[in-house]
């Protein structure tokens, strides 16, 4: 989830440079740990990048500017592989000089190619997957004399997901790039073209554009723009109108950075099962540095975590527990330190954080590493206190989330902490190998699952325009539809300011049930009649219970379910889920439902108030 920006102009000038900063400015967003420019010109390549935030190369730049060009190259890193450093930062140069490299996405190949590589003798100067890309480009480059056609060569080779963009040292009046999956898009200027990770990088420059297709390799020159399938064959890119403005632009085209994230929750979760099997069908996590026989001899594991990311933890414990049988417990951070927690050298302290910044988790991680536990923490923000201060990181790849209240780094916390989980169970042994293999498979189709329960925000947008002035919403769920349910209060109360309370639906009989009287709105989470029925069954009686009271039923249930839609006033339908997976499914009708309404009463869905992104004070 990087920024990237590509340029070519007439003649030599400063306005590459000018260009290319004013895209990452705008592309800052989507990645702000380290970034960098390369510029091109008849002397060869210039280049400046550094870790931190664009501010510290903009300085970096002033102190010693990059010269006058024709050509540039920019990228804005959000790191996935190698922390945020200067070594690390974008462009990566070849062995050679000859060529400078940006790219986005995850090269799941990269250290297949970085063994080769360093075979061949060539020393690697960062632990990033793209430097490998460099490398090889520069040496398909010096075979073939020809930059696209060398760019060809290098991306039938790559796997995984990536947009790649090059500038030679020897040839300064044409960029290159190449895109799978991972966005690009480019810019038609008047003697002038651009590339970027999105129209956010060039829409202050020009509205004319051009969408590429998968597996295309794109070449501009101030003049031309060429594009080709990996295979060299042309193609006709479709040109379209960019009718964003710069700030809509920098949202993907959404009014606010909530609904965009959301919508990216299926790449969220895609990117961060990417990777993750070895060709032998083997799950890898090649982040974790903790020796195989500790993890073998554990025998406790605890979540530690806040807010959205400990309902992640719960879901992890249904999933945990039942491949591993491993005991897991589930805690808020900020409670754990202080109940003098029972810790031991068998202990794994699993920290959730999306900004690896929360005090009350780095202060529980502290306190557990002190007890001798082992610390390993799954992360979204590479480089972070919390992925620092831990034994072992397994990160999320969920990209930059912006929007305060968190929805992508949720689904990719339950997909990592289920990774997590399966790792496990592959090294104690508690499933056989097939068996893990059974459910990555259904893992890897769950992102187009999510896409399918994104599709249906119309009846949502719809009951939250019906539920604007309501007072007061409940939220039932059992088993994994528990945290989930929980999940969705929260929601509703950060975004909307909605009192809503989420609970075991089997606690209904135990106190809550006498909340309800005549229209009190009653979300519920409702399992697979497919999994355990038992559960099935239970949760429809509680609908029934709470039904009869007079609540207003709405509920999220498997597609095909008539059972539950009999009892329910309004029904969101997800698709048939494994019963551990379904709440990557289940939680987006109430992230979106949540969103609406908070959409409809105006208020400030990015930044709530009272809420921080980052809770970094006790
Ligand atoms: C999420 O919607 C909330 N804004 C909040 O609960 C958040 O999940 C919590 O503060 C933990 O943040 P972290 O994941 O960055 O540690």
Request: charge should be negative; include cysteine; proline fraction near 4%.
């Amino acid at each position: 989830m990087c920024g990237i920006i590509g340029y070519v102009g007439p003649g030599v000038s400063d306005r590459p440079l000018r260009v290319a900063r004013e895209a990452l400015a705008r592309l800052q967003y989507r990645g702000y740990d380290s970034a960098g420019i390369a510029v091109a010109n008849s002397d060869g390549l210039s280049f400046i990048k550094r870790a931190g935030k664009l501010s510290v190369l903009e300085e970096a730049l002033a102190a010693d500017p990059l010269p006058p060009a024709s050509a540039a190259i920019g990228h804005t890193r959000w790191a996935t592989h190698g922390g945020p450093t200067d070594a690390n930062a974008h462009p990566q140069l070849s062995y050679d000089g000859a060529v400078a490299v940006v790219h986005n996405g995850i090269l799941e190949n990269h250290q297949v190619l970085r063994q080769e590589l360093i075979e061949a003798g060539i020393e690697f100067q960062s632990e990033t997957d793209s430097e490998a890309a460099a490398h090889l480009l520069a040496r398909a480059y010096a075979e073939l004399g020809d930059l696209p056609e060398a760019m060809r060569a290098v991306a039938r080779r790559l796997e995984g997901t990536f947009t790649l963009l090059a500038v030679a040292q020897d040839n300064p009046r044409l960029v290159v790039g190449a895109r799978r999956t991972s966005p690009l898009v480019v810019g038609l200027g008047e003697g002038e073209n651009f590339l970027g990770s999105d129209v956010a990088a060039f829409v202050a420059q020009t509205d004319r554009a051009l969408e590429l297709g998968q597996d295309q390799v794109v070449t501009i020159t101030a003049d031309a723009v060429e594009v080709t399938g990996f295979d060299g064959r042309p193609v006709r890119a479709r040109e379209f109108r960019v009718d964003w403005d710069a700030s809509a632009a920098v949202k993907g085209g959404f009014a606010t950075f909530m609904e965009k994230e959301i919508h990216d929750q299926p790449t969220a979760v895609r990117d961060t099962l990417l990777g993750r099997l070895t060709p032998t069908g083997h799950l890898q996590l090649d982040e974790l540095r903790i020796d195989e026989s500790v993890l073998r001899s554990v025998d406790k594991i605890v979540v530690i975590a806040c807010g959205t990311a400990a309902y992640a933890g719960h879901v992890a414990k249904y999933a945990i527990e039942h491949w591993c049988r491993v005991p897991v417990e589930v805690e808020l951070a900020h409670e754990f330190r202080y109940r003098d927690p029972v810790v031991t050298s068998k202990t794994l302290v699993v920290a959730i954080s999306q900004s690896g910044e929360t005090m009350d988790t780095i202060m529980a991680v502290r306190h557990a590493r002190e007890q001798g536990a082992r610390v390993l923490s799954v992360v979204n923000t590479m480089g972070s206190t919390i992925a620092r201060e831990s034994d072992a990181a397994l990160y999320t790849h969920a990209g930059p989330e912006v929007a305060v209240a968190s929805t992508k780094a949720f689904l990719a916390q339950i997909a990592a902490t289920y990774l997590l989980g399966l790792y496990l169970a592959q090294l104690r042994g508690t499933m056989f190998p097939d068996e893990v293999r059974a459910v990555l498979r259904e893992l890897e189709q769950m992102p187009a699952k999510i896409e399918r329960v994104i599709g249906g925000g119309d009846a949502i947008r719809e009951l939250a325009a019906s539920m604007k002035d309501v007072e007061s919403v409940l939220f039932l769920g059992r088993h994994v539809g528990y945290p989930v349910a929980m999940e969705g209060a929260l929601k509703l109360k950060e975004l909307a300011y909605i009192h809503a309370e989420g609970f075991a639906a089997g606690e209904l009989k135990h106190g809550p049930i006498a909340l309800i009287d005549q229209g009190q709105a009653v979300f519920v989470v409702v399992p697979s009649p497919r999994g355990r029925d038992v559960l099935h069954d239970k949760v429809l009686s509680n609908i029934q219970e709470v039904r009869a009271r007079g609540a207003r039923t709405l509920v999220v249930a498997e597609e095909g379910d008539q059972a539950a839609a009999a009892h329910a006033d309004q029904v969101f339908w997800v698709p048939q889920t494994p019963t551990l997976l379904a709440p990557l499914v289940a939680v987006v009708p109430l992230q979106m439902f949540a969103c609406a309404v908070a959409t409809v009463k105006g208020l400030d869905v990015d930044q709530p108030r009272n809420l921080a992104k980052s809770v970094t004070v006790e």
